[in-house]
């Protein structure tokens, strides 16, 4: 499994951007997808990840402005980022995860300008 992101880019604070992820192989519907992000100077951190049965979780940090979503027929995952802060500012990561097997996308930077 390959994992492609793409939508990053620059954004105006309070500005909102779309991130989306496909996988080139098959995900089925057992797999865990998220999003992390590894700020400037930070280490990599989880931002939101949904579940198998669409359990989701956010980190306190975005909850209540970015939304994931999932589309197995399609093998993506996306994620909508709304009211942007400057604290945004990362390399975005999306991962699919089963048992012990972990994917991860190459990563695509979302700046946030003020």
């Known amino acids: 499994v390959q994992l492609q992101a793409s939508g990053g880019g620059l954004v105006q604070a309070g500005g909102s951007a779309r991130l989306s992820c496909v996988a080139s192989?098959?995900?089925?519907?057992?797999?865990?997808l998220g999003w992390f992000r590894q700020r400037p100077g930070k280490p990599r951190e989880l931002v939101t990840t949904v579940a198998p049965g669409n359990i989701i979780s956010y980190a306190d940090s975005v909850r209540g402005r970015f939304i994931i979503s999932r589309d197995n027929a399609n093998n993506n995952v996306d994620l909508q980022m709304d009211t942007l802060s400057l604290e945004d500012t990362a390399v975005y990561y999306c991962?699919?995860?089963?048992?012990?097997?972990?994917?991860w996308g190459q990563g695509t930077l979302v700046t946030v300008s003020s």
């Open positions: 991962n699919a995860q089963y048992t012990f097997y972990s994917f």
């Open positions: 192989g098959s995900i089925h519907d057992l797999y865990t």
